[in-house]
């Protein structure tokens, strides 16, 4: 990273992309954490991840307060940006979304506990009442957790349960 890219980086962390979101929480790996943090933004960078924040994300933290509260809802980004050296060590696909800013791994957390129901749900209303918004959707069921992306050429509604 350039100094002036550091700089430009350093600012956009801070952004608040939506309600329930800030950018630094779409540049993180729980793994390689090292790795997530050499990795830059550029304004590219915070539309895409505020349009997946409010045509994806905010509306499904709306839908799991309205049925869980008043327990806290709460939605774990688990992987956004990454660079091509973090996702050859997640096993990511070659040409993942995750590379172009697009794709996000989530997990919902109802009352800070995983629950294979909030998935499903998540899973569901996404799928069902979100059609247009999203172009690669799939829960990964052993994992826990589920990958969704923006539209993209030639990636529209497709939507899958990975079970192994
Ligand atoms: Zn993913």
Same mark, same amino acid.
């Given at each position: 990273?350039?100094?002036?890219?550091?700089?430009?980086?350093?600012?956009?962390? /801070?952004?608040? +992309?939506?309600?329930?979101? &800030?950018?630094?929480? %779409?540049?993180?790996?729980?793994? @390689?954490?090292?790795?997530? #943090?050499?990795?830059?933004?550029?304004?590219?960078?915070?539309?895409?991840?505020?349009?997946?924040?409010?045509?994806?994300?905010?509306?499904?933290?709306?839908?799991?307060?309205?049925?869980?509260?008043?327990?806290?809802?709460?939605?774990?980004?688990?992987?956004?940006?990454?660079?091509?050296?973090?996702?050859?060590?997640?096993?990511?696909? /070659?040409?993942? +979304?995750?590379?172009?800013? &697009?794709?996000?791994? %989530?997990?919902?957390?109802?009352? @800070?506990?995983?629950?294979? #129901?909030?998935?499903?749900?998540?899973?569901?209303?996404?799928?069902?009442?979100?059609?247009?918004?999203?172009?690669?959707?799939?829960?990964?069921?052993?994992?826990?957790?589920?990958?969704?992306?923006?539209?993209?050429?030639?990636?529209?509604?497709?939507?899958?349960?990975?079970?192994?």
């Amino acid at each position: 990273m350039t100094p002036q890219q550091k700089q430009l980086t350093d600012k956009l962390l /801070k952004v608040r +992309l939506s309600p329930h979101f &800030m950018m630094r929480e %779409f540049r993180t790996s729980t793994l @390689y954490p090292e790795l997530a #943090e050499r990795i830059p933004l550029d304004e590219t960078d915070v539309l895409k991840f505020r349009l997946i924040c409010y045509t994806i994300l905010e509306p499904v933290w709306e839908m799991l307060n309205e049925k869980y509260r008043p327990k806290p809802v709460k939605i774990r980004i688990l992987s956004g940006k990454r660079s091509y050296r973090l996702n050859a060590l997640l096993g990511g696909r /070659k040409r993942s +979304l995750h590379l172009r800013s &697009m794709a996000v791994d %989530f997990v919902p957390l109802i009352d @800070y506990l995983v629950s294979d #129901e909030a998935l499903e749900q998540t899973f569901e209303f996404i799928k069902l009442r979100l059609p247009y918004a999203f172009g690669e959707l799939y829960w990964q069921y052993r994992r826990q957790f589920i990958h969704v992306s923006l539209p993209a050429p030639g990636k529209w509604r497709e939507a899958w349960v990975v079970k192994e």
